[in-house]
């Protein structure tokens, strides 16, 4: 009896169309595509702005565009900006080009090949915007109103953000032990970070939360969320009352956090968490910005005093 034998089957390979995970088919659409994927409200309002000029800015659209088309286009968008404005507008476009190429929409990643200029020593542009804390005590004491004045507490003692400040609602706001109050805070990206406000600010804050407090924390006179541009118009106001320079902003606030945590004693990793920077290297700079040492501190100061006889001229 001959052996059964068994045949070998072999199946044929089947050919998968490979198909982008994008239903967006023209560059329009895939800017709202990309616009969608960014949580913060004022990321997109920014970000959408320089998109739709660097888009412009390419001949056939971003499907065709080369590198040399592409940094043309960021060249035309970063002309006569600083060096920092500059940085983040073509970050925000190599952001838009790698989520087109991961979605399938093009077939090149044309921005890998662009390289971002540094914008300088971090330290050194922070130390212009770092104000002392006699200046923010000055600050707070020349706010009008109990909510003005909670308000800069607050952003100064939490390091906030403005989208951050104006974002805040009263579920938000965690009562602890030993009297302090804890932020739960929605930062960049939708990320989430718990901050712990000291036990001054604290009190003064739950103080003012309403018997059911469901809204905003920060509102208008008609009870309306405090918008963005209201808040640095009160800044503005209460920084001129103060003899503070015109040039402060919200963000200056949270530069002063950084540095006077750390002044302060302070670790990296803390201010790090608190201020929600996913880089260390970013807290790092605070470090910088205001040294308390220099190699010219060593130096002989014979060399620099005047004969008792001459006087400078």
Not at 257 to 267: E, F, I
Request: hydrophobic share 40%.
């Amino acid at each position: 009896m001959q052996p059964t034998s068994t045949a070998l089957i072999v199946a044929e390979p089947r050919a998968f169309a490979l198909r982008p995970a994008t239903s967006a088919e023209t560059d329009e659409q895939l800017l709202e595509s990309w616009l969608a994927s960014l949580n913060s409200p004022n990321s997109q309002r920014n970000f959408e702005q320089t998109a739709r000029a660097f888009l412009a800015g390419l001949p056939d659209g971003l499907r065709a565009a080369n590198i040399e088309q592409v940094r043309l286009a960021l060249d035309a968008i970063s002309e006569g900006r600083k060096a920092s404005t500059a940085q983040q507008y073509v970050l925000r476009c190599k952001s838009l080009m790698k989520y087109a190429h991961e979605l399938g929409y093009t077939v090149f990643n044309v921005g890998a090949a662009i390289k971002v200029r540094s914008g300088g020593n971090r330290g050194a542009r922070l130390a212009k915007r770092i104000i002392s804390e006699t200046e923010v005590a000055l600050l707070i004491r020349a706010a009008r109103s109990k909510r003005d004045r909670m308000l800069l507490q607050v952003a100064y003692a939490a390091g906030l953000r403005i989208s951050e400040i104006v974002g805040l609602s009263w579920p938000d706001v965690i009562a602890r032990d030993k009297g302090r109050a804890q932020l739960n805070i929605e930062g960049k990206g939708g990320k989430l970070r718990q901050v712990l406000l000291p036990a001054e600010v604290s009190g003064a804050l739950l103080a003012l939360a309403p018997s059911r407090a469901t809204g905003a924390v920060f509102c208008g006179r008609s009870g309306e969320r405090l918008g963005e541009r209201a808040v640095f118009g009160m800044l503005k106001r209460t920084a001129k009352r103060a003899g503070l320079p015109a040039a402060v902003s919200p963000h200056w606030l949270r530069h002063a956090h950084g540095s006077h945590a750390l002044d302060r004693g302070a670790t990296l990793p803390e201010v790090q968490e608190t201020l929600g920077h996913d880089n260390i290297a970013t807290t790092s700079g605070y470090l910088h910005a205001r040294p308390d040492s220099s190699s010219g501190l060593r130096l002989d100061p014979g060399i620099f005093r005047q004969p008792e006889d001459q006087a400078p001229e």
